[in-house]
């Protein structure tokens, strides 16, 4: 098992930033690779970012060149920095988890953390 605590939500201006952070605990030494997921009111869960075990990482095409994710193995924790923020940013942000287990066949857990409110006034 694998457990998330997000922080660093808030209330902030447009063109403002914010940092999130995601603290992983548990079974930590099988994580694949860790992200963050947003969701609106009324959309769908998509995509902010995500970053592998090896550091790899990848981004939405909307927060490209905003937002950096990166993560401190040390402390176990995947930070989101949020730069010229957007009030189209404004979402509930989720740090999301994938587990590998080889165990004969490789099987993949998903865990996710309990979602921190970011909201972006004009």
């Known amino acids: 098992q694998v457990q998330l605590v997000e922080s660093g939500g808030g209330l902030v201006q447009a063109g403002g930033s914010l940092r999130l952070s995601c603290a992983a605990s548990?079974?930590?030494?099988?994580?694949?690779?860790m992200g963050w997921y947003r969701q609106a009111p009324g959309k769908q869960r998509e995509l902010v970012a995500t970053?592998?075990?090896?550091?790899?990482?990848n981004y939405a095409d909307s927060v490209k060149g905003r937002f950096t994710i990166s993560r401190d193995n040390a402390k176990n924790t995947v930070y989101l920095q949020m730069n010229s923020l957007k009030p189209e940013d404004t979402a509930v942000y989720y740090c999301?988890?994938?587990?590998?287990?080889?165990?004969?066949?490789?099987?993949?857990?998903?865990?996710w953390g309990q979602g921190t409110q970011v909201t972006v006034s004009s």
């Open positions: 970053i592998t075990a090896g550091g790899s990482t």
């Open positions: 548990g079974s930590i030494f099988s994580i694949k690779s």
């Open positions: 999301n988890a994938v587990r590998s287990v080889v165990n004969g066949p490789t099987f993949e857990y998903e865990y």
